[in-house]
C-alpha cells in the first residue's frame, strides 16, 4: 500500500481507528466490568508485553499459548492477542492487558494462559490472583489506572509504548502518525517548524538539555550541498533503558520525527546510531523503516512535496563515550570513537565533514506529537525552563522498577514514594543517583526539590538521560562512587590527559580507601583532583566523571571519614574492613559453614562452637548465607 | 602478530562481508561486527585480511577492534556468561554474583575455561532490571539470582 496524499493518509487512519477504537475507549472509561465472550461480548483485545524485560520472562510463550488456545477453540477471530511495547511495569512483568475491560495482569506465566483465555476471555471472570495487590491497601486493583505507579505519570514521549502494536504502521497512524509530517512539508516552512519546537521549550533529553530548536536553527543555517540527520541511539548509561523501550514500542515515532527534522534543515538523508546490544529495537527499528518506505512516508517524493528522506541503520560497539556528538560521529565514520574539540560544531562539520544534526531517541520521540497538538501545549506542561515530560529508568532498592514518565517538576519524594513504591524491604531510603555515570547522588534533604535540567544541576547532580538509581541503608557511598569511576576509567577513550589519567589516580585512591588504607589526606586528593578534571578534560565524559566522587563527597562525608579514620563501613560493602565472627552461644557446631568456607578459615569440632580465623578469611560472606542458626554476624 | 593462515572458507566468507559493504573503510565497524559472527571473535590474521582488503593500515582495524568492547580477539566459551554490571543489578548484588562465577569457574573476566566450555564477561544492562541482578547465559537471561545458585546453575549446563 502506498500512500501518496494527505487524504490517502487520512482514510488509513479512520480505517485503522476502529482497531484502536476498542483500547481507546477502555483506556479512557473508568470501572467497566469485565465480561467475557459468553456474556454476549463481541471482540476482545489481548495485549502482551514484548518488551525485552518482560521477553526475558518469556512473555513471546504467554502469547504463543494463548493464540493456541484461542485457535483451538475456534474464537480467533474474536481476540485480538497484540504484541506491545513496554507498558513500563516492569517490576511486576510480564505483563497481560485484557480489552475492553482493561484488567491489568502482572507476573503472568506461559501456564496462567489457560486460566485467562477460559476463565477471564471465555467466562468473563477475572483471574484474581494475576491481580497487582496495592501493598498499602491490600487490596488488589484491576485497572492501571488506579495503581499508584500509573497515577501521577504523564506520557507524551512513551504516549503509544505498550497501546499499539509497534510492528503495525496502521496502528501508528490511527495515533495521529505521520500526520506531523504530512503537514509539515505539505503546508509548513522549515522555518516555521523549527520555530515551533522552539516555541514548544523542548531541551535536548540524552542530558545536555540543549534546546532542540535552536539546534536546529544551526543545522539549517549551515549551507551544504548534504546534510546529515543522526538519532543518538547509543544508550550508555549502565541501568538505563529509556531509549530502548521506546524504539521497542513506537519506532515509527522516531523514523518520522527524523523526517521531519530532515525537512527542517534541508537534509534528505537521516543515520540511526544503535546499540548493536540492543537486538529486539533494531528488529523493530528496521521494521519501521522498512513498512514507511513501502507506504511511501520514507524515500523520494515524500506525499508529492518534492521532499526526500531515507534513513539507515548504523551500529555501536560498546562505547559510552560515543553518547558525546563528535565521538558518535566518528564512529559512524568507522572510527575509534573519540572526541573532538568544539567548536567546530557537528551543525557546521558533522559526519564526513558536512552539516549534521543529532539528537537523542526521547528528544526525537517529541517532536510529532509538539507539532500535531501544538508547542503550546507542550509548554503548558513542566516548569518555566525545563517544558514536557521526562522518562526516566527507575531501579535500584525500589519497590516498583519500571519506566516511568513524568512532568517536569514533578518532586524526587513523588517519585520515589508514590510511582515508585517506596524502598523495598522497608529498609530506610539513603540516596538517589540521577545522570548515570555523569551525575550524582542526591540525599532526603533534597526530595522535594523539582525535577527539571537546572533544579539537579544546581544540587550537584544533572538530569543525564533518565536513569534513576535508588539506594538504601546498605549501599555504601564510597562503593558506590568507586563504582561509577570504575565504568568511567574502563570507558575513557584516552585520548585527553585529566580522564585518561587523572580518572585513574581517583580511582586508585577510592580503592585504597574502600581497601581499609586511606589517610584524610586522600579525601582531599579526591576533592581537589576532582575539581581539576571537571575543568580540564575535552569532552562531556571527562568533564562530569568526578560528579559521582564529587557529590557523594559533599552529602556523605560523614562515611568517607568513617572509612579513613576508623576504619569502618557502615553499609559492610567494603570487604577489607569486615570482621566475621561466630556467637558461640548460637553456633551448634553443624560444620556447614566450615564445609563451604573456599578459604579454610572455620575451625572447630563437630557440635562445639566454631571460630573464624580471620588471617584466612576472605570475607566471601558465603558462611553466613549458609548457616542456619544466624549465629555468623559481620561488622 | 604472529602469521597463521585463516581456513579458507572463513577467509571467503570475510571476503565476501567486505565486498559486501564496499571495501570501504568508512564501514569498518559494520565490516567488523559481521567478521565477528563468522568465528565468534576477530583473530589477529582476521584483522590483517580485512586492513588489506579496504586498504588501510592494521594498526587501524586493530585499533578499532581494541577500543569497542563489542569486539573480542579471544574465542568465547560454548557457554559464554555475561555478568550484568549495570547501576541496577550492581546495587542489587551484581558484583558479589561476578566473585562467585570467578570464584567457581577459576578465571577473571575476558577469560574462556581451559575446556572451552565457559566464558565469563561483564555487560552493561540488558534493560532487564526489573529482573536484577540478571546473568545473560547464551541468550537466556537469568534474573533475581543470589551468589549460592551459581553452582547448580553452571552445574545443570555442565
Not at chain 1, 522518562?391 to 519500571?402: D, E, Q, R, S, T
Not at chain 2, 579471544?74 to 561476578?98: D, H, N, Q, W
Amino acid at each position: 500500500m502506498k500512500v501518496l496524499t494527505i487524504e490517502d493518509l487520512k482514510a488509513v487512519r479512520t480505517a485503522a481507528a476502529k482497531k484502536l477504537f476498542l483500547r481507546e475507549q477502555s483506556d479512557k472509561s473508568t470501572g467497566v466490568h469485565s465480561s467475557g465472550l459468553d456474556a454476549g461480548t463481541s471482540h476482545m483485545q489481548v495485549l502482551i508485553c514484548g518488551g525485552t524485560g518482560c521477553k526475558a520472562s518469556l512473555s513471546h510463550l504467554i502469547c504463543d499459548k494463548i493464540k493456541e488456545l484461542l485457535q483451538d477453540r475456534g474464537l480467533s477471530d474474536k481476540v485480538d492477542v497484540i504484541t506491545t511495547g513496554c507498558f513500563g511495569f516492569c517490576e511486576k512483568g510480564p505483563v497481560v492487558k485484557i480489552i475492553p475491560d482493561n484488567t491489568f495482569y502482572t507476573q503472568v506465566t506461559p501456564d496462567d494462559a489457560h486460566d485467562i483465555v477460559c476463565e477471564h476471555i471465555i467466562g468473563g471472570r477475572r483471574v484474581e490472583r494475576l491481580l497487582y495487590v496495592d501493598p498499602k491497601t491490600g487490596q488488589s486493583v484491576s485497572d492501571s489506572k488506579h495503581m499508584d505507579f500509573y497515577r501521577k505519570q504523564k506520557r507524551v514521549a512513551l504516549r503509544n509504548c505498550g497501546f499499539i502494536d509497534p510492528e503495525n504502521i496502521e496502528e501508528y497512524i490511527a495515533r495521529d502518525g505521520y500526520f506531523a509530517l504530512a503537514t509539515s512539508i505539505l503546508q509548513r516552512k522549515p522555518d516555521d517548524v523549527i520555530e515551533e519546537v522552539r516555541r514548544s521549550g523542548l531541551r535536548g533529553r540524552g542530558g545536555g538539555g540543549f534546546p532542540t530548536g535552536v539546534k536546529w536553527g544551526f543545522a539549517r543555517k549551515s549551507v551544504s550541498d548534504v546534510k546529515y540527520v543522526v538519532c543518538n541511539a547509543d544508550e550508555g548509561d549502565p541501568g538505563a533503558f529509556m531509549d530502548r523501550s521506546i524504539m521497542e514500542g513506537d519506532p515509527h515515532s522516531i523514523v518520522e520525527a527524523m523526517a521531519i527534522c530532515g525537512y527542517s534543515i534541508g537534509s534528505s538523508k537521516g543515520l540511526v546510531y544503535i546499540r548493536a546490544e540492543y537486538p529486539l529495537a533494531i528488529h523493530r527499528l528496521k521494521t519501521a523503516i522498512g513498512q514507511a518506505r513501502e507506504w511511501g512516508l520514507l524515500g523520494d517524493n515524500i506525499l508529492g512535496s518534492g521532499f526526500s528522506f531515507d534513513i539507515e541503520i548504523r551500529y555501536g560497539a560498546g562505547a559510552f563515550v560515543c553518547g558525546e556528538e563528535t565521538a558518535l560521529i566518528h564512529s559512524m565514520e568507522g572510527k575509534r570513537g573519540e572526541p573532538t574539540m568544539k567548536p567546530p560544531f557537528p551543525a557546521e562539520s558533522g559526519y564526513l565533514g558536512k552539516p549534521t544534526n543529532v539528537n537523542n531517541v526521547e528528544t526525537f520521540a517529541n517532536i510529532p506529537v509538539i507539532l500535531t497538538r501544538g508547542a503550546d501545549w507542550f509548554a503548558s506542561i513542566g516548569t518555566e525552563k525545563s517544558k514536557g515530560t521526562k522518562v526516566f529508568a527507575l531501579a535500584g532498592k525500589i519497590n516498583n522498577v519500571g519506566l516511568i514518565e513524568v512532568p517536569m517538576g514533578t518532586t524526587l519524594r513523588e517519585v520515589i514514594y508514590e510511582i515508585g513504591g517506596g524502598i523495598k524491604g522497608g529498609k530506610k531510603f539513603k540516596a538517589v543517583q540521577t545522570g548515570g555515570p555523569s551525575g550524582g547522588c542526591l540525599t532526603e534533604k533534597h526530595l522535594d526539590i523539582p525535577i527539571d535540567f537546572d533544579s539537579l544541576l544546581a544540587e550537584g547532580s544533572m538530569m543525564g538521560s533518565g536513569g534513576m538509581i535508588v539506594m538504601d541503608e546498605d549501599d555504601c557511598m564510597v562503593s558506590v562512587a568507586r563504582f561509577y569511576l570504575d565504568f568511567t576509567v574502563e570507558e575513557s577513550c584516552g585520548k585527553c590527559t585529566p580522564c585518561r589519567i587523572g580518572n585513574k589516580r581517583l580511582l586508585e585512591t577510592l580503592d585504597k580507601i574502600t581497601g581499609g588504607r586511606g589517610t584524610e589526606e586522600d579525601l582531599k586528593t579526591l576533592s581537589v583532583l576532582g575539581k581539576v578534571i571537571k575543568d580540564t578534560a575535552l569532552c562531556g565524559l571527562g568533564q562530569t566523571s568526578p560528579n559521582p566522587v564529587l557529590s557523594t563527597l559533599n552529602n556523605f562525608y560523614d562515611e568517607y571519614l568513617e572509612h579513613v579514620r576508623d576504619h569502618k563501613c557502615r553499609a559492610r560493602q567494603c570487604k577489607a574492613l569486615l570482621t566475621y565472627s561466630i556467637n558461640p552461644s548460637l553456633c551448634i557446631g553443624c560444620h556447614l559453614c566450615a564445609k563451604n568456607c573456599p578459604a579454610d578459615a572455620i575451625i572447630g569440632d563437630v557440635r562445639k562452637p566454631h571460630i573464624i580465623n580471620p588471617n584466612n578469611c576472605i570475607r566471601c560472606g558465603m558462611c553466613m548465607a549458609r548457616c542456619k542458626f544466624k549465629a555468623i554476624s559481620v561488622n | 602478530m604472529p602469521d597463521t593462515k585463516l581456513p579458507c572458507d572463513v577467509a571467503e566468507k570475510v571476503n565476501a562481508i567486505c565486498q559486501a559493504h564496499g571495501d570501504n573503510p568508512g564501514e569498518l565497524i559494520n565490516i567488523l561486527h559481521e567478521a565477528q559472527h563468522v568465528m565468534g571473535y576477530l583473530p589477529e590474521e582476521m584483522q590483517r585480511m580485512i586492513a588489506r582488503r579496504l586498504s588501510i593500515p592494521v594498526s587501524r582495524v586493530y585499533g578499532v577492534v581494541t577500543f569497542y568492547a563489542f569486539f573480542t580477539m579471544t574465542a568465547k566459551g560454548k557457554y559464554p556468561i555475561s555478568v550484568c554490571m549495570g547501576t541496577a543489578c550492581y546495587v542489587r548484588g551484581s558484583e558479589k554474583l561476578l566473585e562467585e562465577f570467578k570464584r567457581v569457574l577459576g578465571i577473571d573476566v575476558g577469560e574462556t575455561t581451559p575446556d572451552g566450555k565457559f566464558s565469563l564477561d561483564c555487560l552493561r544492562c540488558v534493560g532487564a532490571c526489573g529482573l536484577a541482578p540478571v546473568v545473560m547465559i547464551g541468550d537466556k537471561v537469568y534474573g533475581r539470582l543470589q551468589p549460592v545458585d551459581v553452582k547448580r546453575i553452571l552445574e545443570e549446563l555442565d
